[in-house]
């Protein structure tokens, strides 16, 4: 009787929980198809009557944003950068966890420290370095999103690593496969979970992100990704067109989510993998 009480309150916990999480999800997608003049007096209402507005929204915001070319530019840097910081955050880390010396110590403690140093504090410097080096356009995001990205893939990378039993590496030695045969051929495979969990993580964190295209790249010039093509329908005044904002915003989650759904098998796995030795 006690198990099925314990049991029967976590269930609620869980449901509850699953309304948090899914309710901005649920409130987007309603005012999505209202009026715009309506989502500030009633958001919280379903579209009837009135206040429906069909698919004028999304008619609206692809109009007015270029959205689907916004949509190839963020799959482009979004593509290419994932698999820029998993191919060499892997090799980072493998480096890193079997050449034992202070470099690497030093090296791996970089990379550890950089998880905790806010975006806000290397800003500037950033922008004055893109400019500099000529980054404000799709390839020199990725360079950049390599960078701020690399210190939790290398963390997770290592900590599955150094799981793995140096005694498959001997072997290999021994039967003359190279480092790099060795490391594409035997660890990467073995690296398979936790690169699809840095790779899930990487995808949603670059997908989404505002600021550093926004601060880089710009709004005037033909490479803005969608967050930033969607903030452009804030008006000078700060005048919003809330529902298509909504609508873009809707777009914009899907793909992601549909990706987060056919991938979030191997999240738990690959991170439960990665701290084994962390």
Not at 1 to 11: G, Q, R, S, Y
Not at 106 to 114: C, D, E, G, H, P
Not at 233 to 247: E, I, P, Q, T
Request: aromatic share 16%; with cysteine.
């Amino acid at each position: 009787m006690k198990e099925k009480t314990i049991n029967a309150i976590l269930f609620v916990i869980m449901l509850f929980l699953l309304g948090i999480f899914l309710f901005p999800i649920a409130f987007i997608l309603m005012n999505s198809f209202k009026g715009k003049f309506f989502i500030s007096d009633s958001p919280f209402t379903l579209p009837t009557g009135d206040t429906f507005a069909g698919l004028e929204n999304y008619v609206s915001g692809l109009a007015r944003t270029g959205f689907f070319q916004a949509a190839g530019w963020s799959f482009f840097i979004t593509i290419i950068s994932v698999f820029v910081v998993v191919l060499l955050s892997a090799m980072t880390a493998y480096y890193l966890t079997r050449v034992k010396n202070k470099f690497t110590q030093v090296i791996y403690y970089l990379f550890v420290f950089s998880m905790i140093v806010p975006f806000q504090m290397v800003m500037f410097p950033t922008i004055k370095v893109a400019d500099f080096l000529h980054l404000n356009n799709p390839i020199g995001m990725v360079v950049l999103y390599l960078g701020f990205g690399s210190g939790l893939s290398v963390f997770m990378f290592s900590g599955f690593i150094k799981s793995i039993p140096i005694e498959i590496e001997e072997a290999s030695m021994i039967d003359g496969c190279s480092p790099i045969k060795h490391f594409f051929y035997i660890i990467l495979p073995i690296l398979k979970p936790t690169a699809i969990t840095v790779a899930i993580l990487n995808t949603m964190w670059i997908w989404n992100d505002y600021l550093l295209p926004y601060l880089v790249i710009g709004v005037s010039t033909p490479y803005k990704t969608i967050p930033v093509v969607i903030q452009m329908l804030v008006g000078s005044n700060g005048n919003k067109d809330l529902g298509a904002m909504m609508a873009m915003l809707v777009l914009s989650m899907l793909p992601v989510i549909v990706f987060y759904l056919t991938m979030q098998k191997h999240i738990v796995k690959g991170v439960a993998a990665g701290a084994i030795k962390g």
